[in-house]
C-alpha cells in the first residue's frame, strides 16, 4: 500500500496506529516524536488505512478546507509541504492557530469555502485539496476551490450525507453529489467509509 | 506594478508592517490563485520562498487570531442584542397600546391601535391619539423586523441549539446565559431553569417549589407534554440543548443526529405517559 513518505504504522501507547512525525498536539499520546492518527478521527486518516490511491507522497501543497480545530490538518502538515487550513467557525479556529503556532507551514485562515475569492490572494495553486466541510452544497463548494488544483493535482473529499439532506438515503445524496461533482472532475476512486464514519463517502478526482 | 499584475496578500505591505500584513490577509481578494511565493520574491516582499512563508506564517497567525477572537465576541453579541430589541420593542408597543384602548374607549372609538390609526382626527387631542397609534403600529412592525433578523442569523451563531430549540429560543437562551461561550458551559440543570431566576430564587429562600423550567417552557417538547411527564421533558431537553450549545461553540459542526435523538427521547417519554 502507497502511505506518503512521513505516514508510518507504529505502535504507540499498545496500540498499532498510522503515525506522524511532529509537535505533539495538547495531551495525546506519542511515541519517539511520532503522533498517533486516529483514522476513527478522520476521514483523510481512513482514507490512507483503507488503503485509496490519494496520490499523496510526502512535502506536496496542500489546500484543507473545513479545518476544524486542526486535528487532521497538523497530520497533514507533519508529512506534507506549505498546508493552508480553511475553516470558518471562529471557536475552532482558536485551537486551529495554537496547532499551526508549532508548525512552520501551516498557515490558518478564518475564511468561508463558499467563497474562494476572499483567500485567492493568499492561496498559491496546490497539489492536493483535502475536503471536509460537513455542510450543504458539499460538491459546490469542491468546484468552487478546483481553480486552486494544479492540472495533476487531487481533490480527496469526504462526503457527509446527512449535511446534505437527513431524510434521503445517503446512497440518493452520494449519487446526486458525486454527479455534481463530475461537472468539473474525473473521479478516479469512491468508497463508503463506514463504519468509522457513518455515511460517509471518500472520493479521490483530478480537475477536468 | 500594473494593473494587469494579480495581486497578492503582500502586494501594498511593507515587510515590516504586522499589522497591515494582517489587514491584507483578512479584507484582501483576488479572481483566482497564482505563484505568490515566486511573485513575491520577485517583488522584493521576501528574500526568497522560505522567507516569504516565514512571513505568510507570521501574518496568517495574527489574522487568524485576531479574526476569530474579533468574531466569537461580535456575532453572539449582536444576537443578543436583536433579541433584547425585539422584546424591547414588542413591550412597549404592548404598553402603548394599552393606553390608546383606554384613550379610544373614553371616546366611544375602537380600542384597537390599528384601527384608531386610520382614524380622521377632528380636535387636537384626537390627533395626539391617532399618532400615538401609528407609532404602535410602526412599533409593531419594527418588533416583527427584528424577529425576522434574529431567526435568520440565529442558526449561523448557534446552528444545532438553533435547529433543536428554534431560532428564538436559541437566541433567547444565548441571551439569558450572557454569550454562547457562557451558555456552553452551563451544566444542563442551569439551563433548564434559565429565566426562572425569580422562581428559583423564592425557592432558595424557602417555601416555594423548585421550578422544573425556565424559558425553556414555550418550547412544543415541553408545553405539550402531559404535565406529569413534563418534568422529564424539560430534563430531556434540557440536556439535549446544553450538547447542542457545547458542539455549537466548541466545534461549530451541524450535528444532525441531535436532533433526532432529541425526537425520540420526547417520544419515548411521552408514551411512557400514555402507558
Ligand atoms: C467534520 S468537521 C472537519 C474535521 C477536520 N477535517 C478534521 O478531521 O480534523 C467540518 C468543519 O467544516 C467547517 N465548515 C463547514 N462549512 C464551511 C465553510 N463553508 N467554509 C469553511 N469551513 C466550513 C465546520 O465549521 C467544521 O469545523
Given at each position: 500500500?502507497?502511505?506518503?513518505?512521513?505516514?508510518?504504522?507504529?505502535?504507540?501507547?499498545?496500540?498499532?496506529?498510522?503515525?506522524?512525525?511532529?509537535?505533539?498536539?495538547?495531551?495525546?499520546?506519542?511515541?519517539?516524536?511520532?503522533?498517533?492518527?486516529?483514522?476513527?478521527?478522520?476521514?483523510?486518516?481512513?482514507?490512507?488505512?483503507?488503503?485509496?490511491?490519494?496520490?499523496?507522497?510526502?512535502?506536496?501543497?496542500?489546500?484543507?478546507l473545513g479545518a476544524a480545530a486542526g486535528t487532521t490538518p497538523s497530520h497533514v502538515a507533519d508529512f506534507a509541504g506549505p498546508t493552508y487550513a480553511v475553516e470558518f467557525a471562529p471557536r475552532p479556529v482558536r485551537d486551529l492557530v495554537a496547532v499551526a503556532r508549532d508548525r512552520d507551514r501551516l498557515f490558518p485562515l478564518l475564511k468561508d469555502a463558499r467563497r474562494p475569492e476572499t483567500y485567492a490572494h493568499t492561496v498559491e495553486p496546490v497539489d492536493t485539496i483535502v475536503q471536509d466541510v460537513a455542510t450543504r452544497g458539499q460538491a459546490a463548494v469542491a468546484l468552487e476551490n478546483r481553480q486552486f488544483l494544479r492540472e495533476d493535482g487531487r481533490l480527496l473529499l469526504?462526503?457527509?450525507?446527512?449535511?446534505?439532506?437527513?431524510?434521503?438515503?445517503?446512497?440518493?445524496?452520494?449519487?446526486?453529489?458525486?454527479?455534481?461533482?463530475?461537472?468539473?472532475y474525473e473521479l478516479l476512486d469512491r468508497r463508503r467509509l463506514d463504519p468509522r464514519h457513518e455515511d460517509h463517502l471518500a472520493v479521490v478526482a483530478r480537475p477536468r | 506594478m500594473t494593473g494587469d499584475t494579480a495581486a497578492g496578500w503582500f502586494q501594498d505591505v511593507d515587510p515590516g508592517d504586522t499589522e497591515g500584513a494582517r489587514a491584507a490577509?483578512?479584507?484582501?481578494?483576488?479572481?483566482?490563485?497564482?505563484?505568490?511565493?515566486?511573485?513575491?520574491?520577485?517583488?522584493?516582499?521576501?528574500?526568497?520562498e522560505d522567507d516569504y512563508y516565514s512571513r505568510l506564517r507570521a501574518?496568517?497567525?495574527?489574522?487568524?487570531?485576531?479574526?476569530?477572537?474579533?468574531?466569537?465576541?461580535?456575532?453572539?453579541?449582536?444576537?443578543?442584542?436583536?433579541?433584547?430589541?425585539?422584546?424591547?420593542?414588542?413591550?412597549?408597543?404592548?404598553?402603548?397600546?394599552?393606553?390608546?384602548?383606554?384613550?379610544?374607549?373614553?371616546?366611544?372609538?375602537?380600542?384597537?391601535?390599528?384601527?384608531?390609526?386610520?382614524r380622521e382626527p377632528g380636535e387636537p387631542g384626537e390627533r395626539r391619539l391617532v399618532a400615538l397609534a401609528t407609532r404602535v403600529r410602526s412599533l409593531e412592525e419594527e418588533a416583527a423586523?427584528?424577529?425576522?433578523?434574529?431567526?435568520?442569523?440565529?442558526?449561523?451563531?448557534?446552528?444545532?441549539?438553533?435547529?433543536?430549540?428554534?431560532?428564538?429560543?436559541?437566541?433567547?437562551?444565548?441571551?439569558?446565559?450572557?454569550?454562547?461561550?457562557?451558555?456552553?458551559?452551563?451544566?444542563?440543570?442551569?439551563?433548564?431553569?434559565?429565566?426562572?431566576?425569580?422562581?428559583?430564587?423564592?425557592?432558595?429562600?424557602?417555601?416555594?417549589?423548585?421550578?422544573?423550567?425556565?424559558?425553556?417552557?414555550?418550547?412544543?417538547?415541553v408545553r405539550g407534554t402531559d404535565p406529569a411527564?413534563?418534568?422529564?421533558?424539560?430534563?430531556a431537553l434540557a440536556g439535549k440543548l446544553t450538547i447542542a450549545a457545547r458542539v455549537d461553540h466548541y466545534s461549530g459542526d451541524r450535528r444532525a443526529t441531535l436532533d433526532r435523538e432529541l425526537d425520540e427521547r420526547i417520544e419515548r417519554i411521552r408514551t411512557r405517559g400514555d402507558g
Open positions: 500500500m502507497n502511505l506518503p513518505e512521513g505516514v508510518q504504522y507504529r505502535t504507540i501507547g499498545g496500540d498499532r496506529t498510522l503515525a506522524t512525525r511532529g509537535p505533539q498536539v495538547s495531551d495525546e499520546s506519542t511515541d519517539e516524536g511520532w503522533r498517533a492518527w486516529d483514522p476513527g478521527r478522520s476521514k483523510l486518516g481512513a482514507m490512507l488505512d483503507a488503503g485509496m490511491e490519494t496520490g499523496l507522497t510526502g512535502g506536496e501543497t496542500v489546500l484543507y469526504a462526503v457527509k450525507a446527512r449535511s446534505e439532506d437527513v431524510t434521503r438515503e445517503p446512497e440518493a445524496v452520494f449519487e446526486a453529489a458525486t454527479a455534481e461533482l463530475e461537472e468539473g | 490577509i483578512e479584507d484582501g481578494s483576488a479572481d483566482g490563485p497564482a505563484d505568490w511565493p515566486g511573485l513575491a520574491v520577485e517583488a522584493d516582499f521576501a528574500a526568497d501574518a496568517t497567525l495574527r489574522a487568524a487570531t485576531a479574526a476569530s477572537r474579533e468574531r466569537e465576541r461580535a456575532d453572539d453579541n449582536q444576537l443578543t442584542h436583536s433579541l433584547r430589541a425585539m422584546d424591547d420593542a414588542r413591550r412597549t408597543a404592548n404598553e402603548l397600546a394599552e393606553r390608546v384602548a383606554e384613550w379610544a374607549g373614553s371616546l366611544g372609538w375602537p380600542e384597537d391601535a390599528a384601527a384608531v390609526a386610520d423586523a427584528l424577529r425576522g433578523h434574529v431567526e435568520r442569523t440565529a442558526p449561523s451563531v448557534a446552528p444545532n441549539l438553533s435547529a433543536l430549540a428554534g431560532p428564538i429560543l436559541a437566541a433567547r437562551l444565548v441571551s439569558l446565559a450572557g454569550g454562547l461561550e457562557a451558555l456552553a458551559r452551563k451544566p444542563s440543570g442551569t439551563l433548564q431553569v434559565l429565566g426562572a431566576e425569580d422562581a428559583l430564587f423564592a425557592h432558595l429562600q424557602g417555601g416555594a417549589p423548585s421550578p422544573k423550567h425556565g424559558v425553556i417552557y414555550t418550547h412544543e417538547y411527564e413534563r418534568g422529564s421533558a424539560a430534563r
